[in-house]
């Protein structure tokens, strides 16, 4: 399953699917992303970040993608579980700024 | 310890009301930052504490007064809130002010009546 992302905030998938997460962002001064998991009632959790001097990083289950023509980030997310079931933002950081700025999230659902 | 811990995890408070947030790491990291959240929206920053100098206010309302007492601890206090200020109130730091995994704590549900 895929997303569409900011435009389209819910996903639903089937259990041992493959997911994909898409985040358009807007500052071409963008240089830092990361994806969290937020969980009803909890706090966003890390899951994985990327600088822009990579295209391409993977964790555990977990790809993203970044493309800085089109400004377009992507998570992957492999073998999908329940526990995947969250709210996922990615977020953005401007070289020298202090800032961490979030997307507006996509709601991944995952059916058994 | 990976932690941010944020206290309380459930507040109410009146209008008139004055009410303090606490968020504590022991990560030994140099920045920490007060985000607000409303429900189904994105986390919005509200301040950056910076080696405990305030270095961001997003042009948020005074009834809301940050505090860094050291490294360790960041406060939020509160003052003649609103209703419309109820939401998550989400504590996070990371090792340096800039491009680096910012940790978050739970968060402070509030509830202004």
Redesign the interface.
């Known amino acids: 399953g895929e997303s569409v992302g900011l435009h389209l905030p819910t996903l639903s998938v089937q259990e041992g699917d493959n997911s994909i997460i898409n985040c358009a962002y807007s500052n071409s001064a963008s240089?830092?992303f990361?994806w969290?998991k937020q969980e009803s009632?909890?706090?966003?959790?890390?899951i994985i970040?990327i600088?822009s001097n990579m295209d391409k990083r993977q964790g555990q289950r977990v790809t993203v993608l970044l493309n800085k023509t089109v400004k377009h980030l992507s998570l992957q997310i492999a073998a999908t579980q329940p526990g995947d079931s969250a709210v996922y933002?990615c977020a953005e950081?401007q070289?020298?700024?202090?800032?961490?700025?979030?997307?507006?999230?996509t709601k991944l659902t995952v059916n058994p | 310890d990976t932690e941010v811990t944020q206290t309380p995890k459930h507040l109410v408070m009146g209008m008139t009301n004055k009410k303090s947030l606490k968020c504590e790491q022991h990560m030994g990291h140099r920045a920490m930052y007060w985000y607000k959240q409303k429900a189904k929206k994105p986390p919005e920053l509200m301040f950056v504490y910076s080696y405990e100098k305030l270095s961001i206010n997003e042009s948020v309302p005074s009834r809301f007064s940050p505090e860094c007492p050291n490294s360790s601890l960041l406060n939020l206090h509160l003052h003649a809130l609103q209703p419309e200020d109820s939401a998550l109130y989400l504590c996070a730091s990371s090792e340096t002010p800039m491009n680096t995994e910012a940790f978050f704590g739970q968060g402070t549900r509030l509830t202004v009546v």
């Open positions: 240089d830092y990361i969290y009632g909890k706090g966003p959790q890390f970040d600088r933002f950081s070289g020298g700024s202090e800032k961490l700025v979030f997307g507006k999230g």
